[in-house]
């Protein structure tokens, strides 16, 4: 499982993040571990209260905590953090539905140190002073342990261990209990130590060693992005006539543990949404193209401060993206929109930047255009009642490379409507997606559920604005409406199943292994790896605003590495599965998707301690696994220890006896001379 780690006081972009993988598919460990493992007397933290057995009157430290979701918290964490000497490690039971009170590891400043307004840029609004956007924030996943955390399902092998607790450990009566005792081991080693720098330095000096490993990999992906005109793609930077409206979203988002991260509303609302908005634009950009183009952005490692939008700023400023930044006409972010409030939608935009004329008039003509793609619609749309800075987003890394027009839409006017931000409780249940009973998946897959209505309409306000933006015709406006059902789908296969059938028909044959019967994995990569979010999205949006090309899968894989064609991606998926048929219907798709680097600049630029760019890394690690056992008492132990040594002095003295008269022990007398054979 991967989360939070070290972070210099001196260096707040500069952290290196724990990476472990699932145990047994149970449990998610976390933080640091010893290299043979953490052992320790299992004890059942009941109330806070009992926090005093584990850190004072208990007389068989270290105690290894199991505790119900409701005591993660980060007043009991950081207790134990403090006693760490008498904790070997945590398991955090995670519950089957969400907490009534909000909950949100995160800080409560998202990304503050690598966003627009720094002391340069209008310091009242630096660090929150506005507005704390996420009040719920505990920080606990910035914070370093020295023991392992790991995060238990509720199942048959967390009652077994309740049980080994129950029978052995639980004092009765205030006395304390008999041995043996029950026991847990928890093995999750980091190889990564220290700092970003730190690690990184060692990571490269083992490209000169043979007894050296590669300790830790920057946390690196790729941002997917497409164009309703294709762009030539071998010809980078300035276009010349080319006015481009950039509509982002973000894709990531995060936990305390690694793959219990759905992020709904954080992530899935905001890019599902322009998801939809691209495909409600496909028919009428090609039957009555606007003037401006429209690039589809979706920007992967945001949440550890911009990885994906810092990539594509540079990217464009050094003339390496297929557009550059004097090309972008105005840009429109939707962030997190499905928790609205009396189905209100509301405007953000940047104060300062607005002080300049014609960038004020273009965002009021931004906010028209929003405004006209909500008539008729169960939407009200509204700006801030005071100025504030823009909330945590992607825009705000445009903003720092120069003014650009633009806004973000929210579903909340101040601090986030969002309580459990960045948890692993922001999920399908949170968003009210849910089913009659007695459905199948694929009945369920199929069924429009209130939230995707909901949805659906933000994404058709989303997509109306975008071509009356890009210049559009008027009186099209109203024939713009995005698909309902198509929004279900997408909400399901992203928070619910990723491997269902609709899923499984827009994706080539050999990336069926990234679907899987659970939530798809919303956690960013690592360098050199595609992550099954960026695969997913890459492939539906090449189906929802490309075309179907009537050519075999020979000359589609072929025009695919054609070196000549750098104009369309082209890409077989596997298609319909026909009932009673053994083969899928198999099709070409022709679309703009590519895929860019999101790997932080300050890699490339081996600025470790980079103040400007993310510097977030994620440790290698070991083998993983966990065991409970019996111990025996100290009594019984030291009893042992004295029959072995006894033993041991025994054997060793008969041993030395029989060495040395072993001529005589072992003689059978002197052979004759003349003796022959």
């Known amino acids: 499982t991967r989360d939070s780690a070290m972070t210099p006081p001196d260096a707040p972009g500069d952290r290196t993040l724990d990476r472990r993988a699932r145990l047994h598919s149970t449990c998610h460990p976390l933080i640091l571990a010893h290299l043979s493992g953490n052992v320790g007397v299992l004890h059942v933290l009941e ?174 992906d790729f941002n997917v992005w497409a164009s309703t005109r294709p762009l030539n793609n071998t010809a980078k930077g300035h276009k010349e006539g080319e006015s481009v409206v950039v509509a982002a979203a973000r894709l990531d988002s995060r936990s305390f543990f690694f793959d219990v991260a759905p992020g709904a509303e954080s992530s899935v609302s905001g890019f599902v949404a322009l998801l939809a908005a691209a495909h409600a634009l496909r028919s009428v950009t090609q039957e009555a193209p606007p003037p401006r183009n429209i690039l589809y952005a979706f920007f992967q490692g945001e949440t550890f401060d911009y990885i994906g939008s810092s990539r594509m700023v540079y990217d464009m400023e050094k003339k390496h993206f297929v557009v550059d930044l004097d090309n972008i006409h105005s840009l429109l972010e939707i962030g997190q929109v499905g928790l609205r409030v009396n189905s209100s939608l509301w405007l953000h935009s940047d104060p300062v930047s607005r002080k300049n004329s014609s960038v004020d008039g273009e965002v009021k003509k931004l906010l028209e255009s929003l405004r006209a793609g909500a008539a008729g619609l169960n939407v009200s749309l509204a700006e801030p009642s005071f100025s504030q800075p823009l909330p945590p987003s992607s825009f705000q890394r445009f903003l720092r490379a120069r003014p650009i027009p633009g806004v973000v839409i929210q579903d909340h006017q101040s601090s986030f409507t969002n309580r459990f931000y960045e948890s692993m409780y922001d999920n399908a249940g949170y968003l009210d997606i849910s089913y009659p009973p007695d459905l199948t998946p694929e009945q369920q897959l199929q069924f429009v559920t209130d939230t995707a209505t909901a949805l659906t309409e933000v994404a058709t306000v989303v997509a109306r604005s975008l071509y009356a933006q890009a210049g559009g015709d008027q009186a099209r406006l109203s024939s713009i409406n995005a698909d309902p059902q198509m929004v279900t789908q997408m909400l399901y296969g992203f928070l619910v199943r990723s491997n269902n059938s609709w899923f499984q028909q827009l994706v080539p044959s050999n990336l069926m292994s990234f679907l899987a019967d659970r939530p798809t994995n919303l956690y960013v990569g690592v360098l050199n790896q595609h992550s099954e979010l960026t695969m997913l999205v890459q492939h539906l949006l090449a189906n929802l605003t490309g075309t179907t090309v009537n050519i075999t899968q020979e000359n589609c894989n072929y025009q695919r590495e054609d070196e000549q064609d750098k104009m369309f991606f082209y890409v077989w998926v596997q298609g319909a599965a026909p009932p009673n048929a053994t083969e899928r219907e198999g099709f070409c798709t022709r679309s703009t998707v590519r895929l860019t680097s999101a790997l932080s600049p300050a890699f490339d630029l081996q600025e470790y301690t980079s103040k400007d760019y993310s510097t977030w890394t994620e440790s290698r690690w070991k083998s993983i696994s966990g065991r409970i056992f019996l111990v025996a008492g100290h009594e019984l132990e030291m009893l042992t220890l004295g029959v072995g040594l006894g033993v041991l002095i025994t054997s060793l003295l008969l041993t030395y006896a029989m060495s040395a008269k072993a001529d005589i022990l072992f003689s059978s007398g002197r052979e004759p001379v003349n003796a022959t054979y």
């Open 47 to 220: 109330s806070e209260e009992n926090l005093d057995w584990v850190l004072r009157s208990g007389l068989n430290p270290p105690y290894l905590v199991i505790l119900d979701s409701p005591l993660f918290t980060r007043s009991i964490m950081m207790k134990l953090k403090n006693g760490s000497s008498r904790v070997a490690g945590v398991a955090v039971v995670a519950p089957s539905t969400n907490p009534p009170d909000g909950v949100s590891p995160h800080t409560n400043c998202p990304n503050e140190n690598t966003g627009v307004y720094t002391e340069k840029y209008d310091p009242a609004l630096a660090h929150c002073n506005v507005t704390v956007w996420n009040p719920l924030g505990s920080g606990l996943s910035y914070e370093e342990f020295d023991f392992p955390i790991f995060s238990l399902k509720d199942d048959n092998d967390t009652k077994v261990i309740r049980q080994c607790y129950m029978d052995h450990n639980r004092a009765v009566n205030g006395s304390a209990p008999q041995h043996p005792l029950c026991a847990m081991q928890l093995l999750s080693h980091m190889s990564a130590v220290t700092d970003t720098a730190t690690c990184m330095r060692r990571s490269d000096l083992s490209a000169f060693s043979l007894s050296l490993d590669t300790v830790c990999d920057p946390l690196a």
